[in-house]
């Protein structure tokens, strides 16, 4: 193979229908009627996909007629998982509104960044989010609404707007939608580095997501999915939106406990178990795994970062199951690599998937580079994002004039076209698949009146994938001690933001001539401690 240029090999349609995001779905989900669409692990509350549909229909009509929400408007869905999460995103959408996603344990500090980048005009929350819309509300310079529909999960989602009959209800108006250009929802994705940003999908680059996991798709209709990751990110959101695209069953898991997806597992008989790699060395390694049925698991599927080979053989020799592994962004919507279901190549992400050219450049020509050539990772395709919300540096930083989104990840492909990733140049920490950006963590940290300066950096841990770790240059004469910063840092940053790492003290922080942080010497340096 000598092209430069990689494109998915095998035919498929690569018409994508230009209607909209909820249209598109809905659509898909009416042929499977009465039966099971999610369930709620905990309370065991269920919805038929009837149900569903209807749900969403009646919280549509409530948005657009009682809390008035229109075309281009942005609701912040702040949800831990629920059954109500994918109901409110789609009733959102339909109404022309863009559905945006927040992570409801952010403290006051993460909010008010996001959500002065959202400027929603609706909250849609829980009752225990209220209070941080209390504190919200009264930031400094904050002017946007925090005006909510709280979802209490008290009532059946199909019983909202209860007192509207079919015969009686209002009329729902349909907004007029440019799949291309509107954007559907807005999670949030550090990047390659720096502050969480918005990230604009529009109605096309979702649906181009849902076909493309038609073509290989390693779902079932008679699946069972375990919906445990977070559904305000975009795997998790997109891991749920495709299981109900091909009519399975989602099985929802409010809150993560290993031990309590392990029960979950055995008693929904879940057979697809998407996760991330610390969860799966869990799965590998945990002495309890041993006390449960998992003999319904057929496959699991590990995205977010990379999963070693160790634990991939391990995860098949004692289940019996199959193991596949993705790479994608947020910013590209779903997976942009992926294993083909008849071909197993471990260590690799995948061959470029449907509707995606891949490529690889000279870290400093940008010169396409050729088979075996360690470089960085391109892509280009329908689900790149349309850019980050209110950022046009960043999104020129990221997608080229041609393009192509550089996804500030080093690898290479082989002669067969399958890619490997073997270092990144982005900045960020993956801890258990959650993006920390080191620059916040900075910031916060120099805020401290003890600190002259500081440093974040991700340190590897078997089980989390990396932890938070700062380096930090005392004032003259502070008597400052390494758990007063944690306890500073930990106080103002959501649990995965924490300096999980511990912190170092440090004369000065190792940096180039030009303020550039080494943080290569800063790892090379924890390793020696």
């Known amino acids: 193979m000598d092209r430069r240029v990689l494109r998915y090999e095998q035919p498929y349609n690569e018409n994508i229908p230009e209607i909209p995001l909820d249209q598109f779905l809905l659509d898909k989900m009416r042929v499977f009627g009465s039966q099971i669409a999610c369930v709620d692990s905990s309370t065991k509350e269920q ?7 209807e749900a969403v229909e009646r919280l549509a009509l409530r948005l657009q007629v009682a809390e008035g929400v229109q075309k ?8 831990n998982n629920c059954i109500e999460f994918p109901i409110a995103l789609l009733s959102v959408v339909k109404c022309g509104a863009v559905a945006a996603f927040v992570n409801p344990v952010y403290t006051p500090r993460e909010l008010d960044h996001v959500a002065n980048i959202i400027q929603p005009n609706l909250w849609i929350c829980s009752a225990d989010f209220l209070p941080s819309l209390d504190a919200l509300a009264k930031r400094e310079g904050y002017k946007h609404s ?3 529909v709280v979802v209490d999960g008290k009532e059946k989602p199909a019983a909202w707007n209860s007192n509207w009959t079919k015969a009686g209800r209002p009329a729902f108006v349909r907004p007029q939608i440019n799949v291309y250009e509107d954007i559907a929802t807005l999670p949030f994705s550090s990047g390659t580095t720096g502050f969480p940003k918005g990230v604009m999908l ?3 680059n979702i649906t181009a997501a849902l076909i493309q996991f ?3 798709c390693p779902y079932l209709k008679q699946d069972v999915n375990l919906g445990l990751l977070p559904m305000f990110h975009q795997y998790g959101c997109l891991i749920g939106l495709t299981t109900l695209s091909v009519g399975a069953r989602l099985i929802i898991v409010p809150k993560f406990s290993f031990i309590d997806m392990l029960r979950t597992i055995q008693e929904q008989r879940v057979t697809m178990v998407p996760l991330v790699p610390p969860i799966a060395v869990l799965l590998a390694k945990h002495p309890d795994v041993d006390k449960f049925d998992l003999s319904s698991m ?6 977010a970062a990379p999963l070693s080979s160790e634990i991939i053989s391990q995860m098949m020799n004692k289940f019996g199951c199959d193991v596949v592994q993705g790479y994608g962004m947020t910013e590209c919507t779903l997976a942009t690599h992926f294993t083909p279901q008849t071909v197993r190549r471990y260590g690799s992400v995948g061959v470029v998937m449907p509707f995606y050219e891949g490529k690889i450049v000279n870290l400093e020509t940008n010169e396409d580079c050729g088979v075996g050539v360690i470089g960085e990772i391109c892509v280009r395709g329908p689900m790149v994002m349309k850019g980050y919300r209110g950022n046009r540096s960043a999104t020129d930083a990221m997608i080229d004039s041609d393009g192509w989104l550089h996804t500030g990840d080093i690898g290479y492909y082989d002669q067969d076209g399958w890619f490997f990733v073997v270092d990144r140049l982005k900045e960020l920490i993956k801890y258990k698949g959650m993006q920390v950006a080191p620059s916040e963590l900075e910031h916060l940290l120099l805020t401290h009146p003890d600190v002259s300066d500081a440093a974040v950096v991700g340190i590897p841990d078997e089980m989390a994938g990396e932890l938070p770790k700062a380096f930090v240059v005392k004032r003259p004469g502070s008597d400052v001690t390494e758990k007063d910063i944690e306890r500073f840092v ?3 940053v959501a649990p995965f933001k924490r300096l999980r790492g511990g912190v170092t003290f440090l004369a000065a922080i190792p940096k180039l001539a030009s303020g550039k942080l080494l943080r290569r010497e800063l790892r090379a340096l924890h390793s020696k401690l």
């Open 47 to 53: 919805v038929t996909f009837t149900e569903f549909i």
């Open 72 to 79: 281009g408007h942005y609701v912040a869905i702040a949800l």
């Open 146 to 148: 925090t005006k909510a």
């Open 202 to 204: 529009t109605h096309r």
């Open 214 to 216: 038609e073509v290989w």
């Open 298 to 303: 057929r496959g699991v599927i590990s995205s």
């Open 490 to 492: 930990n106080e103002q």
